[in-house]
C-alpha cells in the first residue's frame, strides 16, 4: 500500500505545542482586552448555508474564496470564511431577548480558497469583537480604544501602529458629490482606492483616467487634491459640507481625549467588504519590513435586518491570529513561552509505584507533572524532558523515597535544591 | 428580497453567552486535567485530505458521515470528523524530531453527518488526549487516570460511572480460537456485541445464530458462558490462555493501586473505530436517565506507521462537549456560572468624559468593566445590567465625580457600599 503524506491540507498549518503557545498567548490577550470592556464570548457553527455570506460579503469572497458543498441532504453549504453574517444570524433569531447593546466576541478559525502567502493562509483564526444596538459615535470610538488596547497589551508602541479612519458615507458623498462618478464608477473607483499602496502612482492615475473617462481631466485633478490631504482641514471645501464630517470630528476627540495617538484621517481607505454602512478603520504597521494592514473593522447597520427582523446597528472589528504573530515577530515583541508542563520526574530504579503517588500529589497541588513510565536509563529521561523544555526535573529513587527528600532541578538557573514535599510545592509554584 | 433564515445549519449549535460559558467550564477542566499530566496543547486543520480517514477510520465514518467535496483545485478533502488521523500525521512529519513519549492534547470541532439527536449532533467538540511512543501498560493506566480524574474534577463521585476494559488482542483470540469465527464472521460478530445494549436479548441471540451458521448451537452456548462472566475468573479456561489476559491483569493491578474503584471488566467491549490494536475502555453514565457510553478510547499502535515512518505506539482518549454536558446536567453538577464581566457602570447625565476615564482605571486593575455609552434613562440601563446577569453595578454621576466615592451594588446579595476608588476595586475583585 502507498504511504499517506504527512503534509496538512494546502494553505493550512498545524500547530505543534511550540506553536500552539504561540497561537495561545495571542489568543489570551485577545480574551482577556475583550472581556475587559465587558464584551461575552459566544460560538457559531463551522459550516453555514451558503446564503449567509451571497447576501452580502462580497462577491469575490462568495465566487472565489468560499469553500462550498452541498451536503447529503442537498443543501449548499459554506465552510466560514468570516463571522460577522454568523453572528449577525445569531443577533436576529435572538431578536428580542438580548439585552442592548449586546457586547459579543469569538475566537474561531475560518477558510478561504486563496494563494497562500505571508500572512494569509487558507485557515485561518480570527478575534471578532462586534457591538450590537448602539448607533452612537461612542460606541465606534469603543471598537477603536479596543483594538488599539490590544496592540498596547502586545507591548506595541503607539509609534509602532497607525490607526486609520474614513466613513462610508462620505466616501460615498466623495464619489457622487464631488467625484460626479455614477454608482458604477464609484465602485470601480472604491477598488481602486483599495489597491492604493499595492500598485505605482502612474498606474494609479492611468487606471482613475479610464474610470473617469471623458471627464478625465478634471477628475485627476480632483483626485490630486484628495490624495495631498494630510487632515481633514486639507480637503476640499465641497466635501467638508458632508454630514459625515461631524461624525468623523465626534470620534476624533473623544478618542484623542481617551489618549490614543497613533490616529489618522485617511479618504482612501475603502475596507473590502460591502457590508460597511459608516465609519471604517484599519490598523497598520508602521514598520518597514511588514508595512501592512494588520486588521480592521467599522460600522454595518444593515446586516441584522436582512433576517427579517427590526433592523440593529453595530460596530466591529477582527484582528487575525497569522498577522499578529508577523507583526509580534517583526516588532520583537513575543515573549519566550514556556511550556505548560511544570515538572519532569525521572524515576530511578524500581519506584514507579510511588513515583506515581507522588505525581498524583504534586498534581492535586495544582503543579503540572509529567512523570516517567518508561525503564529507560536517567540519561535518557533526562534527554527527553530537557527536548520538551520542562523548566523543573524532579528525580525519585529509592533514597529519596525512604527519606522524602527530592532532588529538583531549575534548568534555566542551572541550580539543584534538595527539599521535602512542601517545600517542592513552594518552589515550583514560584 | 426574501428574508435570510436566522437558524444554524441542521445539527449544528449556536453558542451564546450563557451556553458558552457551560463550553468553557467544561473545556477548562479537560485543559486543567490534561496540562496537570504533563500533555501539552496542539490544534490541527479543520480540513484534511480525505484519504486520511479512507485508510483506518472505518466504512460506515468515511462512506456515510464524512463531509466530503472536491475543492476549486480539485483535492478531495473532508471536514475532520475525528481528530486521531490528523495527529497521527503530525508525529509521523516529525517522527524524528519529538520527545518520546510524546503527550499532546487538543479541544476541537468535528463534524459528522448524522441524524441529530441527544447527544449528538452533527458539530461537535471533543478533547483528545494522546501518549505516543509508550508501549507500557503503565501508559494505559495513566490515559485511564486522567480519564477518571476528569470525571472527579467535574465532581462526579465514583459510583456515578464505570470504566469498562477491554483488549481487542483478547477478542481477536475469543473470536479465532474459541468462537472458532473466520475473519468476516468475527468482524460481524464485534459489530453485533457493539449493538448489544441497543436491542434485546431474543434478537441478539438470533443474530448471532445467524453469524454461527451451522455452528450455532455450540456458538450460542459459549457466548452465553462469556455474557454471564461478571469477572475475569469467570471466563472458561480456553480463553483465559490468551496472552493479552496478563495485560489486563496488569492494567487493572495498578488503576486499582491508584484508588479507582469505577472498573469493570466487560468482555464484549468492542468500540466502533477499526484502528484498536490493543486496550480498549469506555466511561458509562451509571444514571437510569442517561445509562449509555459517555466516551472512551483505546491503544492504536498501527496509525503513525501508515504515513511510511517507522511505527509508533499510541493510547488515547476523547471525551465530547455535548455527552459531557448532558452527564453533567443529569447529575446536577453544573455549577452556576457567571458573566465574565465584573461590573457595569451605569452613567447619571451628563459624565461621560469621566466615566470613560473611570472604566479605563478599572479596566487597568484587571476589572472586566461593561460601560454605559448611550443617554439611556437610568432604570433602563439597570435593566441591561441585570438581563446580562452581571454581579456588580455601580453608579457616577455628578456627585460621584465630585467626590471620589461611588455607589456600587452586589446584585446577589442585594447589597450597596460607597467605596472609593481602591475600596472599589478590592470589593469586586474579592
Known amino acids: 500500500m502507498k504511504s499517506l503524506s504527512s503534509q496538512p491540507y494546502k494553505g493550512t498549518r498545524d500547530f505543534y505545542p511550540e506553536d500552539k503557545r504561540v497561537q495561545n498567548y495571542i489568543f489570551s490577550i485577545w480574551k482577556s482586552v475583550s472581556e475587559s470592556f465587558g464584551y461575552e464570548e459566544y460560538g457559531a457553527p463551522v459550516l453555514e448555508p451558503l446564503e449567509l455570506y451571497a447576501a452580502k460579503s462580497g462577491n469575490e469572497l462568495v465566487n472565489e474564496q ?22 449577525c444570524r445569531m443577533v436576529a433569531a435572538k431578536r428580542q431577548e438580548l439585552a442592548y447593546p449586546a457586547r459579543l466576541y469569538s475566537i474561531a478559525n475560518f477558510m478561504r480558497y486563496e494563494r497562500p502567502q505571508r500572512g494569509r493562509e487558507r485557515e485561518f483564526w480570527q478575534l471578532n469583537v462586534d457591538i450590537f444596538g448602539d448607533d452612537s459615535v461612542a460606541a465606534e470610538a469603543e471598537i477603536i480604544m479596543l483594538s488599539d488596547k490590544i496592540m498596547k497589551k502586545f507591548g506595541a508602541k503607539p509609534e509602532d501602529y497607525t490607526i486609520k479612519i474614513n466613513n462610508r458615507k462620505l466616501v460615498n458623498f466623495m464619489m457622487a458629490q464631488y467625484l460626479e462618478l455614477d454608482a458604477s464608477s464609484s465602485q ?10 499595492k500598485i505605482s502612482e502612474d498606474d494609479f492615475i492611468d487606471q482613475a483616467k479610464e474610470i473617469f473617462g471623458d471627464k478625465a481631466e478634471a477628475g485627476i485633478s480632483k483626485i490630486k487634491t484628495l490624495l495631498s490631504a494630510k487632515t481633514m482641514a486639507d480637503l476640499p471645501g465641497e466635501i467638508l459640507t458632508s454630514s ?26 475603502m475596507r473590502g467588504l460591502d457590508y460597511y454602512t459608516g465609519m471604517v478603520f484599519e490598523v497598520f504597521d508602521n514598520h518597514p519590513d ?23 446597528s453595530a460596530v466591529g472589528v477582527a484582528p487575525g491570529g497569522t498577522t499578529m504573530e508577523n507583526f509580534l515577530q517583526t516588532h520583537n515583541l513575543l515573549p519566550k513561552l514556556q511550556s505548560s508542563t511544570d515538572v519532569y520526574v525521572v524515576t530511578l530504579g524500581d519506584v ?6 507522588l505525581a498524583s500529589e504534586m498534581r492535586d497541588a495544582g503543579i503540572n507533572t509529567e512523570l516517567n513510565l518508561s525503564e529507560k536509563k536517567f540519561d535518557k529521561q533526562l534527554k527527553t524532558a530537557l527536548k520538551k523544555g520542562i523548566p523543573f526535573i524532579l528525580f525519585i529513587g529509592e533514597d529519596e523515597v525512604k527519606s522524602g527528600i527530592y ?11 534538595k527539599v521535602n514535599f512542601t517545600e517542592l510545592t513552594k518552589l515550583i509554584k514560584e
Chains 1, 2 share one sequence.
Open 66 to 87: 468560499t469553500y462550498t458543498f452541498t451536503d447529503r441532504g442537498g443543501r449548499t453549504v459554506a465552510v466560514r470564511p468570516e463571522m460577522t453574517p454568523s453572528i
Open 188 to 197: 470601480l473607483m472604491a477598488k481602486l482606492f483599495d489597491r492604493r499602496n
Open 244 to 269: 459625515a464630517i461631524h461624525e468623523i470630528q465626534q470620534l476624533f476627540t473623544i478618542l484623542e481625549k481617551a489618549g490614543i495617538t497613533s490616529l489618522t484621517f485617511d479618504i482612501t481607505l
Open 290 to 312: 511588514n508595512n501592512r494592514a494588520l486588521f480592521g473593522g467599522g460600522r454595518y447597520d444593515g446586516l441584522v435586518g436582512l433576517f427579517g427582523v427590526e433592523p440593529v
Open 352 to 357: 514507579s509505584r510511588e513515583a506515581l503517588k
Open 407 to 417: 532532588t529538583i532541578k531549575n534548568i534555566a538557573k542551572s541550580e539543584e535544591y
